[in-house]
């Protein structure tokens, strides 16, 4: 019965520590520091089965990798873990990289542990973009700009966490990367 009880109280102080800072726009501004993945690590769940979100990259988001085959990393935006799975199991969430002169935009998906990352389409630095991520039967459905896809989606569940900006996979951020976001 102990353990029962800890464990809201952790999650309880671990969300509230969390600082939020937003602009006057509504945007919430997500930093990723030189030399980390994360933006953030909160535990926050997320009930409906569409997220919405605008987005705006900024200069910062324009990053050369010395490993060339590094720049074709896709980072991770923001969406959701699914079906109360980790991220790597069960996930759909929208990608981002610096490629080519280019800011490229992709549905990252986790399926039963499978990775499927497929490019949607591309932004331009200062854009404001607008994506949304729907979790239907068997599929998500990503939108970007009114740029439709679809993935294949396996659980049925609605336990569902936010999924912050995160940088790399094996490599950290060059500098520091901002974000802005308004969901």
């Not at 999650?11 to 937003?22: A, D, E, G, H």
């Not at 990608?95 to 949607?120: H, K, M």
Request: aromatic fraction near 14%; include cysteine.
């Amino acid at each position: 019965m102990k353990n029962a009880c800890l464990i809201p109280l952790l999650i309880f102080v671990f969300i509230s520590c969390t600082k939020v800072q937003r602009e006057e726009s509504g945007f919430e501004v997500f930093l990723i520091k030189k030399g980390q993945h994360n933006s953030r690590s909160a535990f926050v769940s997320y009930d409906d089965s569409i997220l919405k979100f605008d987005v705006v990259f900024d200069s910062t988001a324009i990053y050369n990798i010395v490993a060339h085959d590094d720049n074709k990393d896709v980072n991770k935006l923001f969406g959701i873990t699914d079906c109360g799975m980790a991220n790597h199991m069960n996930s759909a969430r929208i990608g981002w990289r610096w490629f080519q002169d280019s800011l490229q935009l992709f549905s990252y998906v986790y399926c039963n542990s499978v990775r499927t990352i497929t490019y949607i389409t591309s932004a331009n630095i200062g854009e404001e973009v607008h994506c949304s991520i729907t979790a239907k039967r068997g599929q998500y459905v990503f939108s970007v700009n009114s740029v439709l896809h679809n993935e294949k989606r396996i659980c049925t569940g609605n336990d569902r966490y936010l999924q912050y900006p995160y940088f790399g996979g094996n490599r950290l951020a060059p500098h520091n990367i901002s974000i802005k976001i308004d969901y």
